[in-house]
């Protein structure tokens, strides 16, 4: 149980041209996801919250015009990286918890693994 | 924000020894710490968690020893093999909600 499907997996697009990701709850039901980024052999950085039904709240520093989320389910969460630049090449990971206590376990996606040229 | 400190960021044991990892952490909301296990190209998979009404949980060969007055907490893995490498981090809930901050990482290298 508490599966997240993250797709694509891996994304080429060119500089300037916007990429979305999904992630998906398969099992459950999520009213908050969680994107982080990773950069090469490096920590999760918490980029923003996705909340269904309401606005995304982002961490302090990340654009929010430029990453647009959208929960526009209980079980899917997209991010769009928008007039992407290859400093945005990264991978990209989201998470889910199946109840919304700080107590519970976070379990991730695969994650998508985003070039830009 | 929370600080997290895990260290060494790499280590490097033979098969059947003793992975060590250790995570400090400043303050936090919530009683709950995982530990999470990476395999390149892959998203994090939760790997043991604890809540700190016990000193030490253990799963298999994984154990997480915690010491709540020190505000440190540590990753064991027993009968250490070659699948075990990968990448390990630890989290801990930010002081101020719930979200996880995690740890740099460590790298472990299991050689045959």
């Known amino acids: 149980g508490a599966v997240v499907s993250q797709h694509p997996s891996r994304v080429i697009c060119k500089s300037g041209t916007s990429v979305k990701i999904e992630c998906r709850s398969l099992d459950f039901q999520a009213t908050t996801m969680f994107w982080y980024r990773q950069f090469p052999k490096q920590s999760l950085m918490l980029m923003a919250t996705s909340n269904e039904g309401s606005k995304a709240t982002y961490e302090q520093g990340v654009e929010k015009d430029k990453f647009l989320i959208n929960h526009a389910s209980l079980t899917l969460s997209t991010l769009t990286v928008t007039s992407a630049h290859p400093e945005d090449s990264s991978f990209y990971i989201c998470?889910?918890?199946?109840?919304?206590?700080?107590?519970?376990?976070?379990?991730f996606g695969n994650g998508t693994r985003l070039t830009v040229t | 924000q929370q600080q997290v400190k895990q260290s060494p960021q790499s280590l490097i044991v033979q098969k059947g020894g003793i992975s060590i990892i250790n995570c400090a952490y400043e303050n936090t909301a919530f009683d709950y710490f995982p530990w999470y296990q990476q395999f390149p190209g892959k998203g994090p998979a939760l790997l043991i968690a604890?809540?700190?009404?016990?000193s030490e949980k253990k799963e298999g060969r994984f154990t997480i020893s915690f010491n709540k007055s020190a505000k440190q907490f540590s990753l064991h893995i027993m009968d250490s093999q070659p699948g075990d490498s990968a990448t390990y981090f630890c989290a801990v809930p930010r002081s101020n909600d719930y979200k996880l901050s995690f740890g740099a990482g460590t790298t472990v290298t299991v050689r045959a």
């Open positions: 998470s889910a918890r199946v109840t919304g206590g700080g107590n519970s376990p976070l379990h």
């Open positions: 604890i809540r700190p009404d016990v």
